[in-house]
């Protein structure tokens, strides 16, 4: 079977970076909570395509969808926790002005962070 994103696409938009959570990320809180946080964890992704940024929660037919159109980003920060690292994701003229997207590993946080701010235009010279 063909891979699918997660979210179905605008005509002419294309996924740039598709994450889950992993396992590992979130390890000690499947521990203590018995297993039960894992559907929870199997159920999020979080997206970049060529317009916009989304986060899915939840399983499908029942998921919640929030995205952020990149045009409206300024700036995409790491925020860093031992191993744990989320995206905080600033944008304009939207609802919520700031988005934390996570958790994910460090590394792929980074890469999300990374992901956003090129496709956005304001990625910061290497």
Not at 26 to 40: Q, Y
């Given at each position: 079977m063909p891979w699918r994103p997660a979210v179905e696409l605008q005509q002419?938009?294309?996924?740039?970076?598709?994450?889950g959570i992993p396992f590992a990320a979130?390890?000690?809180?499947?521990?203590?909570?018995?297993?039960?946080?894992?559907?929870?964890r199997r159920?999020?992704?979080f997206v970049v395509t060529t317009r916009r940024v989304i986060?899915?929660?939840?399983?499908?037919?029942?998921?919640?969808?929030?995205?952020?159109?990149?045009?409206r980003v300024q700036d995409a920060a790491?925020?860093?926790?031992?191993w744990q690292g989320r995206v905080a994701?600033?944008?304009?003229?939207?609802?919520?002005?700031?988005?934390?997207?996570?958790?994910?590993?460090?590394?792929e946080a980074r890469a999300f962070a990374q992901a956003v701010l090129e496709r956005a235009g304001?990625?910061?010279p290497t």
């Open positions: 002419g938009e294309e996924v740039v970076l598709e994450l979130v390890a000690p809180g499947i521990i203590l909570t018995l297993g039960l946080a894992e559907p929870a159920t999020r992704k986060v899915l929660l939840g399983p499908p037919g029942a998921r919640k969808v929030s995205s952020v159109p990149l045009s790491v925020v860093q926790r031992l994701i600033t944008s304009a003229g939207g609802q919520a002005g700031r988005q934390m997207v996570g958790p994910m590993m460090v590394s304001t990625a910061a």
